[in-house]
């Protein structure tokens, strides 16, 4: 059955206010299932719903919910529900919507959370954008060195209700400084020497990350260390939340699609596609578009400043195009392997020298079989042989100009701080043309 056949009899469920079915209907499905049997119904009906499951239950659909109906339905709800909503979320989630919510909403929601959710809300909102603080959870398992394997389990069974996952057990001490880390797998492998004490067994040597730390640099140490979670620590050791692989996971997309962006030519969406407004879209595009209109009005200035050379040597303009183009997709071959490189980190800006080397190399290979071609095309439209050579010299020194440039362009970015990928291919192909026409009209005029 399909969604939408499915949405007339939720309904006549809410219609007849049916809350043994609308549970039955919660409990059924997985709850990404139940998401999106639901996707038809108005953020009120939603939580009408909702209201019907149990309350963890009701997080787990909650979470698989369209982002902006989530928003809907938090603004929208009674408060006292909302806030039990609020409190049993992951403390990382919760601070990311509320940021989205109405702040008046949320200053009326505060006071219904209990104490320590709005002291950890309060805590988790103070760390910096994109940094690890901002997208770790508060909860995770802690356990002392000194207890036994057997009191650790039960420990554990304690624990475990109110936890985002348990495959990792962090050892701490008292003051919650690091001390080491047991998987869920070695504890229980331990079973049959219950007496065995953790700080024998642990491991010490931990990868971790600091509270500041990029959340970029997060996702290429759990890659990196094929990891389930990194813990985070503060300056003085102490452990204060873990990142799971799922929020590295909308960590690595972000960056994806951030970059995605970039290499368009088009300043990132905070919002879908369809979902941004107009205005709001053509702002974004136009930023962009206007340095690559300044870039190609340039372009048009250097034609201009060479016209005498056009007009002494017509048979000239036609391979302008093909000029143009290759230095151009050389330039925009190099950026893309250097930028996918650099967020591999396969490279690093210290390597400049070696991929000097290599893109020079690079482009001589390239630029003298393509400047091969390019010599026996302009044997048809040259007066002689001797003129025909221009073409050939021309492609070789323009795309070795553009594989350097397009190879230099990201790591300069990347020394700078700023992301690679802002050297997108558009405004790469953009500089390369203007070099490409420059080397064209003087090659011409040394050799012409």
Known sequence: ???????????????????????????????????????????????????????????????????????????????????????????????????????????????????EERRDIQRLSSFPEDSAG???????????????????????????????????????????????????????SKIGKPDTKIGDIMERDLVTVNVLDDQEQVADKVAHYDLLAIPVVDDEWRLVGIITHDDVIDVMREEAEEDAYHRGAVHPLEKSYLETRLVTLTWKRGIWLAVLFFAALLTAVTLEHHEAVIAGIPWLVLFLPLIVS????????????????????????????????REFLMGLMLGGSLAAVGYLCALSVAPGYYDATVIPITILLVVVCGTLTGSLLPLLFRRMGLDPAMMSNPFVAGLIDLLGIIIYMNVSLLML
Not at 28 to 47: C, I, Q, V
Not at 69 to 77: G, H, M, T, V
Not at 85 to 109: C, Q, T, Y
Request: contains cysteine.
């Open 326 to 357: 290759t230095g151009g997709n050389s330039g925009n071959q190099s950026a893309t392997l250097i930028i996918t490189a650099l967020s591999a980190g396969d490279v690093r800006v210290n390597d400049w020298a070696r991929i000097v080397r």
């Open 134 to 188: 901002a997208i770790m959870t508060t909860e995770f398992a802690r356990l002392s060195e000194n207890l036994s394997v057997r009191q650790a389990l039960d420990e554990i069974g304690r624990q475990a209700e109110d936890l985002e996952t348990i495959y990792y057990l962090y050892v701490v001490d008292t003051e919650d400084h690091l001390r080491g880390l047991v998987s869920a797998r070695q504890l229980v």
């Open 1 to 115: 059955m399909t969604n939408t056949l499915y949405l007339p009899e939720l309904r006549e469920m809410l219609a007849e206010n049916n809350a043994a079915e609308l549970r039955e209907f919660c409990e059924a499905l997985h709850p990404a299932r139940t998401a999106e049997f639901m996707e038809g119904l108005s953020a009120p009906e939603m939580w009408a719903v909702l209201r019907h499951a149990d309350p963890q239950l009701r997080v787990q659909i909650f979470n698989f919910l369209d982002y902006e109906k989530q928003i809907e339905i938090l603004q929208d709800a009674d408060r006292a529900e909302i806030a039990q909503l609020v409190s049993d979320l992951p403390p990382d989630d919760r601070v990311d919507l509320l940021e989205e919510v109405n702040p008046e909403v949320v200053a009326e929601l505060m006071p219904l959370l209990p104490v």
